[in-house]
């Protein structure tokens, strides 16, 4: 596997009229690696895979796939391949037509054409008799698996994909998500995935790429960003998470000591390997997952403690979920495993228990 | 599929649904085309219509090459017109759609405007502009051009001029509306598979389009071979067109089996073409079906 990095883009902005879409975007891929780009909408993220497949220049700086810098490239002329949002397959082309299309462009012989399109299909998994059909004939997953085809057939050093199971239901989803990985393993291909769905990328990307604003917020493999998220926005967007106030009184090489009006616990010290490198003394946040609370019954001890009041109640097969309120009157999410006993009732006074060596402290977002 | 379209035929309210536009059809187009049939088979004699019942009329009309030689002339150059307006109406209407969006709408006013302003007075006008002494040879002259350069009025190319001018907004808005209606991603991927510009237009954009091309030249065509005003003011009425033929026959001749000859005979020819060409260049599969 060559070390070097397939994808390299360096401080890249676009804009657009007044409007700042990237706002210096730095990202370095490496060959065969599974990358997410994700953020909410408008985050730069179908921006930054436009400028990297050529559709657009950006306003500044450099995109470099294989060491080449690609200014002035046409996306014709990329070892790129997109896969639309809308999938974008030629409605008055055959399937076959759409999946050999990148091929005919390359003046390949028919023959030839014909029997990479053969293998496409037996990798996608689609029937031969689709191959005479037309597109608006085949089912939504079918169309999928048409367009990654398409997009394979001419053996691309990067697979873009622009969120193209957004439109699908979950269960389809889900099929077509185990699909991708299957291909990615298969093919050994790089693929920039771009999606707005956090789990989604959890589930399929080797690193994930957390946008906002046109930056980039956080990268680093899914473990980093679920339990070590780099501010309170990739906090939340990962998922449901408590961020509780803590006061950092002292910060060294070995920790951060802190105090904290509600928070009940044993030390008032956390290691150094739990907490973002940016957090100095002042106001910090210690993020405690839904997943980590545990109900501690009278006796009962743990790192950290808090007092709340039971105000909802969601079951959810094989977790339920708590909504609570604590003493200064934030909303608590809590999940716990298993529904046969339903420790906790609405209106009930609790003490919610967490061990220290789950949490994360990282700086608030004004600081 | 199948039986659903069995269900229509047998469900009353179904039927009692479609009565509207069975009455419709029956009374404003199938009765005066049955009647217009009807009459072939009669006799004018004393400018009086004889009900005689035989192919007096039709023998008429195979016999005498003079009706199939304007015929030939009709169809001839309504198709020229289509292929000229399809030409034209292509950048137009491509422009329209992709460089000039932000002033689209005012174009399209414009476009909307000149369309319904009074054929007859268009028509009209182009005679002020290509007359000996009009505006065309005016400019010209005091651009140092030679007298009379503009000499084409009363010939065909005269004719040809003014209806392209009246049809050309049939291509240009259905080709726009094709044109309007292509996914945008499509063209990416198009890019992004390897096409050039040139590539990508003749493979995707061109394709995708049929439908609104096809559209327009039907309408181009269909009225094209009905046109009388612009052989007469435009061309001079020196050769005739089948429209003008048909009113002729009708009006000044007062001979009006023949006058529902010709026009049936013109509305089986256009209407074969129609559908010849639908079969040739296999307009079905621009349905994009299955």
């Known amino acids: 596997m060559n070390s070097s990095p397939i994808l390299d883009i360096q401080d890249v902005q676009k804009a657009y009229g007044t409007f700042q879409a990237l706002k210096g975007v730095s990202l370095s891929v490496r060959q065969g690696e599974f990358i997410a780009l994700v953020g909410p909408s408008g985050c730069g993220k179908t921006t930054l895979l436009k400028q990297i497949a ?18 002035g490239i046409p996306a014709a002329h990329r070892p790129t391949s997109m896969v639309f949002q809308r999938l974008a397959l030629f409605p008055h082309m055959t399937v076959a037509e759409n999946i050999g299309f990148p091929l005919k462009l390359r003046k390949t012989p028919p023959d030839e054409i014909k029997a990479r399109v053969n293998e496409m299909i037996a990798l996608m998994e689609l029937k031969p008799i689709y191959l005479e059909r037309f597109p608006k004939a085949l089912s939504g997953g079918e169309q999928q698996r048409v367009a990654l085809a398409r997009s394979m057939i001419s053996s691309p050093k990067l697979l873009l994909l622009d969120e193209p199971l957004s439109a699908l239901d979950v269960k389809l989803k889900k ?76 910060r060294d090489a070995g920790g951060i000591t802190y105090e904290s009006a ?95 060596k789950d949490i994360w402290v990282l700086k608030p977002e004004d600081v | ?21 069975v009455v419709l059809q029956t009374t404003c187009f199938l009765a005066p ?54 030409v034209l109406a292509f950048p137009i209407a491509y422009g329209l759609a992709t460089r000039f969006k932000a002033i689209e709408n005012e174009i399209k006013i414009l476009i909307t405007f000149a369309f319904i302003t009074d054929a007859t007075l268009k028509t009209f006008g182009w005679v002020l502009f290509l007359d000996k002494k009009g505006a065309a040879n005016y400019l010209f002259a005091h651009l140092g051009f030679p007298p ?75 009225l094209g071979v009905g046109v009388f005003l612009e052989p007469k003011v435009l061309g001079g009425g020196k050769s005739p067109m089948s429209a003008e033929l048909i009113r002729q026959t009708f009006e000044t001749r007062v001979n009006w089996p023949l006058g529902a000859a010709l026009t049936l005979v013109l509305m089986v020819v256009a209407v074969f073409i129609v559908l010849l060409f639908t079969r040739m260049l296999g307009m079905k599969r621009a349905g994009f079906g299955t």
């Open chain 1, 54 to 71: 050529g559709f657009e220049d950006p306003s500044s700086g450099a995109i470099r796939i294989e060491g080449q810098d690609m200014a």
């Open chain 1, 175 to 250: 099929v077509l998500q185990a699909e991708l990985k299957r291909l990615h393993r298969s093919v050994g291909v790089t693929f920039v995935h771009v999606t707005h769905d956090l789990e989604e990328a959890m589930m399929l990307a080797d690193r994930i790429c957390v946008m906002r604003g046109g930056r980039i917020l956080q990268l680093g493999e899914p473990a980093d960003i679920y339990y070590r998220p780099a501010d309170p926005f990739v906090a939340g967007f990962i998922g449901e998470t408590n961020l509780l106030p803590i006061n950092v009184k002292a």
């Open chain 1, 262 to 356: 509600e928070i009940t616990d044993t030390t008032t010290t956390v290691p150094a390997n739990l907490v973002a490198d940016d957090v100095k003394s002042g106001p910090a946040l210690m993020m405690v997952r839904p997943e980590l609370f545990r109900r501690l019954r009278d006796g009962e001890t743990a790192d950290c403690a808090i007092d709340a009041t039971v105000s909802e109640i969601f079951v959810k097969g094989g977790t339920v979920q708590y909504r609570a309120r604590d003493t200064m009157g934030r909303d608590l999410a809590i999940e716990i495993q298993g529904t046969s006993q339903l420790p906790m009732q609405p209106g009930e006074q609790v003490r919610l228990g967490w061990d220290k």
């Open chain 2, 1 to 21: 599929m199948d039986q659903a379209i069995d269900r229509r035929w047998r469900d009353p309210e179904l039927l009692f649904k479609a009565l509207p536009s």
């Open chain 2, 33 to 86: 085309l049955v009647m217009t049939f009807i009459l072939t088979f009669q006799r004018t004699r004393d400018f009086q219509l004889r009900w005689t019942w035989d192919l007096t009329v039709w023998t008429d009309v195979f016999s005498k090459p003079h009706y199939w030689t304007i015929l030939g002339h009709t169809l001839f150059m309504a198709i020229a017109c289509v292929v000229i307006c399809i």
């Open chain 2, 148 to 222: 009379d350069i503009v000499a084409f009025l009363f010939t065909d190319w005269a004719t040809m001029l003014g209806m392209v001018y009246n049809l050309l907004p049939f291509a240009i808005f259905t080709i726009y509306l094709s044109i309007d209606n292509i996914d945008r991603s499509l063209i990416l991927a198009a890019y992004d598979a390897g096409a050039s510009k040139f590539r990508a237009h003749w493979e995707v954009t061109l394709p995708l389009c049929k439908p609104g091309i096809w559209a327009g030249s039907v309408l181009i065509f269909l």
